[in-house]
């Protein structure tokens, strides 16, 4: 059976729903699921499985320290022994979004994954220093499309379409 790697970082809960939400999608589709978080997960994990899900806030125009340190930390342990597998991205962002999904490309593109489906970008609209520090609540709507990428992305696998 394969396995299907998710690996996040959350800070106030947006991207931990949003992980969460594509676990629910991928169980029953026939593959592994495994949900790490980045400060846990290994070049061993990653190694381990057939394709990813990365999960993480845009902080300061950036994807996230947290899983950014997770990429510096296995990127050459594992470079060049990834080639082909699937993966795909979800961002929880107050306004914008679009850089972290940008940085993850980038990377991604150097350990030559596939990019499966569109990034899925949710925007809190948190402002404010109170509102970008509070706890998020994720929407059903928003929480539906991280479910979706899950399970199209489970699916792919086990079928071998991916
Ligand atoms: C230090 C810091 C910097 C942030 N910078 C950005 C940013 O550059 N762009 C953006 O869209 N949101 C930014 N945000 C908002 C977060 O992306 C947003 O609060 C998101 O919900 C965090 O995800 P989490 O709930 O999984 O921790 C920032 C938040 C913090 C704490």
Known sequence: MKTLLIVFHSRTGGARQMAEAAVRGAAGEGVRVRLLPAVLAQAEDVLGADGYIFATPENLA?????????????????????????????????????????????????????????????????QTPEAILAPKVIGPAELGRCHDIGAALAAGMASGIF
């Open 62 to 126: 950036s994807l996230a320290g947290e899983m950014k340190e997770f990429f510096d930390r296995t990127y050459y342990a594992v470079l060049e022994r990834l080639n082909g597998r699937p993966y795909a991205m979800l961002i929880c962002a107050g306004s914008d979004g679009e850089n972290a999904a940008r940085q993850i490309r980038r990377i991604a593109t150097g350990w030559r994954l596939r990019l499966v489906a569109d990034p899925v970008i949710v925007c809190t609209h948190a």
